[in-house]
């Protein structure tokens, strides 16, 4: 069973500071990946989506990276700002013939603060 | 619409009631999911369509639990009998295709009293 755990699950940081956040899981055989933001009492934002064959994205500030032989994805945020602050979610997709869905991770908490 | 619309926003229902949550996916998406967060759990998946049939249903926690999608588009997950454990935020997607990016909706936050 697929499993995706995050880490840290929270950060406080002064705005201008360059981030990492970690995303692994346990079934290196996933198809994409994706990461989102969510921002309190919000639904889902999508930021990135990783494709298997894919070792990277970039959308602005923002550089996700996928290493699927070691069960790892990072999300770089540079030069963080306030309007960063959100909650942050990595998702395996598991699919199928007969499923389609996503696995999330427990998240990340970020906070920057001015 | 532009995006995934859910309705109602908020729903306050006592147990033991039956409550009903809507999905306007975005026009044109023929896979639709539903999925719940609640404190503690995190975000887990209950449904998956194509089209109008449902071929994984393994997410739905008791068959309290169903979903039902009419006409390709709209979703309509239907709670019976309502426990206390069943508050939580309802959250609908739709994409384009198998494993192409989802798209979230704001969600329905459901509460038992």
């Known amino acids: 069973k697929q499993e995706v755990t995050q880490i840290p699950a929270a950060l406080s940081v002064p705005e201008g500071e360059n981030l990492v956040l970690n995303c692994s899981f346990t079934d290196s055989a996933i198809y994409n990946l994706q990461w989102f933001r969510q921002d309190p009492g919000k639904g889902l934002t999508s930021l990135l989506l990783i494709q298997s064959s894919q070792r990277e994205q970039t959308s602005g500030r923002l550089n996700a990276s996928l290493d699927k032989s070691s069960g790892r994805s990072t999300l770089y945020i540079a030069a963080s700002q306030p309007g960063d602050s959100a909650t942050y979610l990595c998702?395996?997709?598991?699919?199928?013939?007969?499923?389609?869905?996503?696995?999330f991770g427990t998240g990340t908490r970020l906070q920057v603060f001015p | 619409g532009a995006g995934v619309s859910q309705s109602p926003s908020n729903k306050v229902t006592e147990k033991g009631k039956d409550v009903e949550l809507r999905c306007d996916p975005i026009?044109?998406?023929?896979?639709l999911y539903w999925y719940r967060q609640s404190l503690g759990q995190g975000l887990e998946f209950l449904i998956y369509f194509q089209g109008n049939s449902a071929p994984d249903k393994s997410g739905l926690p008791s068959d309290r639990f169903s979903a039902e999608r009419t006409g390709g588009s709209v979703s309509t997950l239907t709670i019976q009998r309502t426990q206390q454990e069943d508050s939580a935020v309802y959250l609908c997607a739709s994409s384009s295709g198998q494993t192409d990016t989802q798209y979230f909706g704001p969600g329905t936050r459901l509460t038992v009293l």
């Open positions: 998702a395996v997709y598991d699919w199928g013939d007969n499923t389609d869905k996503l696995i």
């Open positions: 026009s044109g998406h023929t896979a």
